[in-house]
């Protein structure tokens, strides 16, 4: 069974420029959720998609925004980079993201470690 | 809101000794907790996980966490650690009800093996 799979791994961008980041989740998995990780602020949690709209939302600003498609593949799009927005983001998914069911563990991706210059 | 605190920062360890990696919570509501390692280069992957019933939870690679509710604690712990086992742990909390999707992380440990 194949994992979250991020892409792209690594990219370098430069202030003012936009960046889109995919994920796409476990089969099955209708629950996909992002995560900002950097040395100074840890993990954060930015949002999270469900059957196509936001479920979830962490403390960020507008400029970090999300979809997620009909397969439950998830982009992320973050606009006018920051020097702050250098991080890995990291994307996770679980089968709905409910505990209702019991168990509903978040498996990760490998993240896609963003340089802004 | 839920709250974790990983006392220490960094942990060194000789191989083959045992070890504990300590963190504390906060939470006005039951909580799930767990850990997670993270390898350089990696994303996050799960070690254990306290839902519910015994409070002691054996986890992968020779992993166990201890759920004390009066202490607010989940301490990590490996009676023997291995070179491999070098790596950031993180522990987590989130609310048991609602979505599991929004973890609250720690500020992680460094595990540090050494021969």
């Known amino acids: 069974k194949a994992g979250v799979t991020q892409t792209p791994r690594y990219l370098i961008k430069t202030r003012g420029q936009q960046v889109t980041l995919s994920c796409s989740p476990i089969?099955?998995?209708?629950?996909v959720s992002w995560y900002q990780q950097t040395p100074g602020q840890g993990l954060q949690f930015l949002f999270e998609?469900?059957?196509?709209?936001?479920?979830n939302k962490g403390n960020f600003p507008g400029r970090f925004s999300g979809r997620q498609f009909s397969n439950s593949r998830s982009e992320m799009n973050v606009s006018t980079l920051e020097l702050g927005d250098s991080a890995l983001y990291l994307c996770?998914?679980?089968?709905?993201?409910?505990?209702?069911?019991?168990?509903?563990?978040?498996?990760f991706g490998a993240g896609s470690r963003l340089t802004v210059l | 809101a839920q709250s974790v605190t990983q006392l220490d920062s960094q942990v060194p360890v000789f191989e083959e000794a045992p070890v504990e990696l300590r963190c504390n919570y906060s939470s006005s509501v039951s909580v799930y907790l767990f850990w997670y390692v993270q390898y350089p280069n990696q994303g996050l992957q799960l070690l254990l996980k306290y839902l519910s019933g015994s409070t002691l939870v054996k986890g992968i690679n020779g992993f166990e966490a201890e759920f004390n509710k009066s202490q607010t604690s989940f301490h990590l712990r490996k009676p023997s650690v291995h070179i491999s086992d070098t790596a950031e742990y993180f522990c987590?909390?989130?609310?048991?009800?609602?979505?599991?999707?929004?973890?609250?992380f720690g500020t992680g440990t460094r595990l540090q093996v050494t021969l």
């Open positions: 998609y469900f059957s196509e709209t936001q479920r």
């Open positions: 987590a909390v989130t609310r048991n009800t609602g979505t599991a999707s929004k973890l609250t």
């Open positions: 996770a998914s679980s089968q709905d993201g409910s505990w209702v069911r019991g168990a509903n563990v978040l498996t």
């Open positions: 089969s099955g998995h209708r629950s």
